[in-house]
């Protein structure tokens, strides 16, 4: 727990500027099983304060890795000489603000720090199950990854408390090969909010994962390329997931939208077919905690769900104040920064298309020929949209039915011309807890949604 120093320096804020005072711990825990040695076992911290001041529409920022009194009052000093120094320059003046409700924010679960040695015999019964029952492997990986944020938060403008993120992963990872001696893999990841107890109490769970994997490697040793092309393909939750996140929300971040994003131009218009909802959920969603909880941005701005696709039309963006204020709308509390030495971006949370009211089994037997694609192994797109994701597990689709598994393959497009084919949409989203993204600074966040039927490029050997 951080010792809060902070209390009392609201008094040394400058009261012509907004400012933000963040003490800051990164705790990072990792182990790593490969055929079941030990190749990686490591622990870390990180601790520091930063104050950020704006005035008249620039930011002044300074940071510390010393956290003591004094050093809290001397990057206060220096954040607000900065904002004076850059107002000088830049001379805005006509910035628009907001005004939001001050106040405390309570909401504090302390970080539960799990021995490594668990940790460690945890892994290695893991891999001791792998190794009984899926003995058709050439090689197998066990890893375990923890990250946790616990911050203090004091602000002129907003609200303030002290908040705690805790995240927790297990993975694991599967090689086989084909009868041509051609490797084959899959790789996946459990776990999500809260300690280690939290998610990995009970193991039956990570087991019954470990044999749906094992079982999609098998069949994938036994797959076939899939035939390049524009094909009607039905989209996985961690795919339709990705396309959230990567393809459609970068261009709806309020920041980046500024920058030149292609979503300014489609703002009001439609982006996707009717049967299209899209929102990145703060803290709740579908009547439950959402998988990565975020109830205070960096800001001291209370986190709101940010509604982006309604109905097709591309309806708001996520922000954080200065950016709502610009783009008179409400905001989000997205601002988020990953370590204390960063400035809060505008940042996703829990991105997701929302369930439609078909069934999985009603898609699959109304396509006559395309492939059903349940994973992906990595992706890129850009701020016009466009992406290329790599598909690492999938099937095909022949006359209603589900066909061979096929080899890694590649799926590409435009985002917003890609959702205008959708067509069906499932009544089940598959949330994937453990993403993280690189946006100028790491970041953790959540990402899902339901199967999505639609028109794809797909490519093939």
């Known amino acids: 727990m951080i010792e809060n120093l902070l209390c009392g320096m609201e008094m040394l804020f400058d009261s012509s500027s907004e400012t933000e005072l963040r003490a800051q711990e990164n705790r990072y825990r990792n182990v790593n099983l490969k055929k079941g040695n030990l190749v990686q076992n490591s622990r870390a911290e990180s601790s520091g304060v930063s104050a950020r001041v704006y005035k008249n529409g620039v930011y002044g920022f300074s940071s510390s890795a010393e956290y003591s009194e004094e050093k809290v009052k ?5 954040a607000t000489k900065n904002a004076v120094f850059m107002d000088k ?3 805005k003046n006509d910035v628009k603000t907001i005004v939001l409700p001050r106040g405390k924010f309570q909401l504090y679960k302390p970080i539960e720090d799990t021995e490594q040695n668990k940790i460690i015999e945890f892994c290695k019964q893991v891999d001791d199950y792998i190794q009984k029952n899926c003995q058709e492997l050439l090689s197998r990986t066990v890893w375990y990854s923890e990250n946790s944020m616990e911050k203090i938060i004091l602000t002129s403008h907003g609200k303030s408390g002290q908040t705690t993120v805790q995240r927790c992963a297990l993975g694991f990872g599967l090689t086989a090969e ?6 084959v893999e899959l790789y996946k990841s459990v776990g999500g909010f809260g300690s280690f107890d939290d998610n990995f109490a009970d193991a039956s769970h990570v087991y019954k994962e470990i044999d749906e994997l094992y ?9 076939v390329h899939a035939e390049a092309g524009y094909k009607t393909v039905i989209l996985g939750g961690a795919l339709s997931g990705m396309l959230s996140h990567e393809a459609v929300g970068h261009t709806v971040e309020a920041d980046l939208v500024k920058g030149g994003s292609v979503a300014g131009a489609m703002y009001g218009k439609m982006v996707a077919s009717e049967m299209v909802n899209m929102v990145d959920f703060a803290n709740t969603a579908f009547g439950d905690k959402a998988p990565l909880p975020i109830y205070l941005d960096d800001e001291g701005v209370e986190a709101k769900d940010a509604v982006l696709i309604k109905d097709g039309k591309l309806v708001g963006y996520m922000n954080n104040k200065e950016l709502a204020a610009y783009y008179d709308m409400e905001p989000t509390g997205s601002a988020r920064a990953w370590e204390y030495a960063d400035e809060p971006l505008v940042r996703m949370r829990n991105t997701a298309i929302l369930p439609g009211n078909d069934k999985l089994e009603d898609m ?5 020929d395309g492939y059903y694609l349940l994973d992906s192994g990595n992706g890129q797109a850009g701020l016009t949209g466009e992406f290329m994701f790599g598909v690492t597990m999938g099937y095909e689709i022949k006359k209603g039915k589900l066909g061979k598994a096929i080899f890694d393959t590649t799926v590409s497009g435009v985002a917003f011309d890609m959702l ?14 453990n993403g993280v993204c690189g946006k100028k600074q790491s970041m953790l966040v959540a990402m899902g949604g339901p199967q999505l039927r639609c028109k794809i490029m797909i490519g093939g050997r």
């Not at 084909?178 to 490797?183: C, L, Q, R, V």
């Open 420 to 433: 205008k084919t959708v067509d069906m949409i499932s009544d089940k989203v598959d949330w994937y807890p």
């Open 364 to 368: 699959i037997a109304s396509t006559e």
């Open 89 to 91: 320059k830049v001379g």
């Open 74 to 78: 001397a990057v206060l000093r220096a």
């Open 215 to 223: 079982k999609q490697v098998m069949d994938k040793r036994e797959g």
């Open 178 to 183: 084909t009868k041509d001696g051609i490797p």
